[in-house]
Nanobody
Framework: QVQLVESGGGSVQAGTSLRLSCEAS????????MAWFRQAPGKGREGVAY?????????TGFPKGRFTISQDNAKDTLTVYLQMNNLNTEDSGMYYC???????????????????????WGQGTRVAVSA
């Protein structure tokens, strides 16, 4: 059974940093796509950053270079991180990690940008940034 567990959210002041973690377990796949999505109050989930099993990453325009996604799959459990720097109030919301299982990492670049592309989700971690 696939499990995604996020952690690292909290209430911080603008200008500071947070690192979110997502621990993924319970799956075997030739390839995977993982992503962080943000959901602000009253809005849908928007993609923030993406990483695939071959280590390639991309971020959306929203963080404007302030966020970095990385992963640690050296041990039995895969952990994906989202380093968020210079936070501002517009970064507030629930952050979810998502997993898509694919035959090869290259398929992540052919899609897997929308929330509907992902079949497995964590419970979310809340980030609240105050001015």
């Amino acid at each position: 059974q696939v499990q995604l567990v996020e952690s690292g959210g909290g209430s911080v002041q603008a200008g500071t940093s947070l690192r979110l973690s997502c621990e993924a377990s319970g799956f075997r796949s030739a390839g995977y796509c993982m992503a962080w999505f943000r959901q602000a109050p009253g809005k849908g989930r928007e993609g923030v950053a993406y990483i695939s099993s071959d280590g390639q990453t991309r971020t959306t325009g929203f963080p404007k270079g302030r966020f970095t996604i990385s992963q640690d799959n050296a041990k039995d459990t895969l952990t994906v991180y989202l380093q968020m720097n210079n936070l501002n109030t517009e970064d507030s919301g629930m952050y979810y990690c998502a997993l898509g299982l694919v035959l090869a990492a290259r398929y992540c670049r052919a899609g897997y940008e929308r929330s509907t592309d992902y079949s497995h989700w964590g419970q979310g971690t809340r980030v609240a940034v105050s001015a």
